[in-house]
């Protein structure tokens, strides 16, 4: 049996009796600094229970001979990548009224398949902004017992939205009577609603700030909540010790926001330079889904997005882009984020050329999607880098991704939690 398939066979096994294998080491990689962007060449990892306890030359390690093997020669090694926006219970090819035929089973369902799908893709960590029924918590359950494979969730539990709003349900007339279970008016009605995410396992708040480009009825630059609203679920989620995303496209609803005091602007399409620069003041970090108007237009119509919404895509799209080019300019903090669901699962680092493409260097979209997202989830200390003390999330490309950032849209090794999930180096 070769070496690989012999570690392959160790950490499946572990995986399914939800323990880690006891140690592992990865072998001759060339690993990333992603804070310098330095690269390490011919250099190795020893991973025990699950975090990574030393680097460096292999006659360094201190190896008694009893360690699991994988050969990384040639490779090139980060931390697991991680997507602060990403909606695992949805599919790509569901959108509009086909959504209406949608169970909250079915949904959760797909989530599992998503889950496995995106973690393969090399991220190993996911902000889930909004899942009906609380079926992101389930799913960040499940993975953290070992019941299934996926990457590591912070669920936001169910969106919270303004009647009629963008995170409402306004696809039916008023006989059948349907509001998302998010939805709220009033500064007291929202902080329950806070409150009631938090008592049911979410991890963070999503509320919707403007209009939106797939909902129905909805102006993309309106503003959602009053500033009196969105300063209460701020002021209750921080209480409670969890951070709050906007959805906010409009620049209004985006300026609100952030003096409200969010933790980020997800879209932030239509951010003008006066919010840049307050952005940049507070710390607020821009999630900036780059990618995914292509997806919008090209394939959005056969997947069942309205009329209404590819129109409202049109207008937006190359606005957001240019919006990243200037934010990136100014030096705001840029998350990495995709709105994975609304295209298809897996495809996450399809975003980084295109944040390349709009003024980032390759490394700064490496460090949106490392050391950025993990200081805005709030998990620094453990997650984001390759560094003595972290949890061993590493993955491995072929090249050299500071050269060519497309080779983070096919990974080739990924290990989440010390356990391998995915090897085909070599092939």
């Given at each position: 049996m070769s070496l690989r398939l012999t570690a392959l066979s160790v950490a499946a096994l572990s995986f399914a009796m939800g323990a880690h294998a006891e140690k592992t080491v990865l072998s001759g990689g060339n690993i990333i600094d992603v804070r310098t962007g330095n690269v390490m060449t011919g250099n190795s990892i020893l991973v025990e229970d699950g975090r990574i306890v030393a680097l460096g030359g292999e006659d360094s390690l201190g190896l008694d001979g009893t360690e699991t093997v994988i050969d990384m020669k040639g490779a090139y090694v980060l931390p697991g990548l991680s997507d602060s926006h990403v909606h695992l219970t949805s599919r790509h090819d569901d959108h509009g009224y086909r959504s209406l035929a949608i169970s909250l089973p079915r949904a959760t369902i797909s989530g599992v398949a998503n889950a496995e799908t995106t973690l393969k893709a090399g991220f190993t960590t996911?902000?889930?902004?909004?899942?009906?029924?609380?079926?992101?918590?389930?799913?960040?359950?499940?993975?953290?017992?070992?019941?299934?494979?996926?990457?590591?969730?912070?669920?936001?539990?169910?969106?919270?939205?303004?009647?009629?709003?963008?995170?409402?349900?306004?696809?039916?007339?008023?006989?059948?009577?349907?509001?998302?279970?998010?939805?709220?008016?009033?500064?007291?009605?929202?902080?329950?609603?806070?409150?009631?995410?938090?008592?049911?396992?979410?991890?963070?708040?999503?509320?919707?700030?403007?209009?939106?480009?797939?909902?129905?009825?909805?102006?993309?630059?309106?503003?959602?909540?009053?500033?009196?609203?969105?300063?209460?679920?701020?002021?209750?989620?921080?209480?409670?010790?969890?951070?709050?995303?906007?959805?906010?496209?409009?620049?209004?609803?985006?300026?609100?926001?952030?003096?409200?005091?969010?933790?980020?602007?997800?879209?932030?399409?239509?951010?003008?330079?006066?919010?840049?620069?307050?952005?940049?003041?507070?710390?607020?970090?821009?999630?900036?889904?780059?990618?995914?108007?292509?997806?919008?237009?090209?394939?959005?119509?056969?997947?069942?997005?309205?009329?209404?919404?590819?129109?409202?895509?049109?207008?937006?799209?190359?606005?957001?882009?240019?919006?990243?080019?200037?934010?990136?300019?100014?030096?705001?903090?840029?998350?990495?984020?995709?709105?994975?669901?609304?295209?298809?699962?897996?495809?996450?680092?399809?975003?980084?050329?295109?944040?390349?493409?709009?003024?980032?260097?390759?490394?700064?979209?490496?460090?949106?999607?490392?050391?950025?997202?993990?200081d805005l989830f709030g998990m620094a200390d453990t997650i984001g880098a390759i560094e003595v003390g972290k949890e061993a999330d590493i993955i491995a490309v072929g090249g050299n991704p500071l050269d060519d950032v497309r080779e983070l849209e096919d990974v080739d090794f990924v290990m989440a939690d010390g356990v391998v999930h995915s090897n085909e180096l070599g092939e």
């Open positions: 996911v902000r889930n902004v909004g899942a009906a029924g609380y079926s992101d918590v389930a799913l960040r359950d499940a993975i953290m017992d070992g019941e299934i494979p996926g990457p590591r969730v912070i669920p936001a539990g169910v969106a919270l939205g303004i009647t009629g709003g963008h995170c409402d349900m306004n696809l039916l007339p008023k006989e059948y009577d349907a509001t998302s279970e998010g939805v709220a008016d009033g500064p007291w009605a929202v902080r329950q609603k806070v409150r009631e995410n938090f008592k049911y396992g979410a991890e963070v708040i999503k509320y919707c700030g403007t209009g939106g480009v797939l909902s129905k009825g909805t102006k993309i630059g309106a503003q959602q909540f009053t500033a009196e609203e969105m300063a209460a679920i701020v002021d209750e989620a921080h209480a409670l010790g969890m951070k709050v995303a906007v959805h906010a496209h409009g620049t209004k609803g985006i300026r609100t926001a952030i003096e409200a005091g969010v933790d980020s602007v997800e879209h932030a399409s239509l951010i003008d330079d006066e919010s840049i620069a307050l952005a940049r003041k507070q710390g607020t970090y821009l999630s900036m889904d780059v990618y995914v108007s292509d997806f919008i237009l090209s394939e959005g119509e056969e997947a069942g997005i309205l009329p209404e919404s590819l129109d409202k895509e049109r207008e937006v799209g190359r606005a957001q882009r240019e919006s990243f080019k200037r934010a990136v300019e100014a030096g705001a903090k840029m998350a990495f984020g995709t709105d994975a669901g609304v295209y298809q699962h897996g495809l996450n680092g399809r975003q980084f050329a295109y944040m390349v493409e709009w003024g980032m260097t390759p490394l700064q979209a490496i460090q949106a999607a490392t050391i950025n997202n993990a």
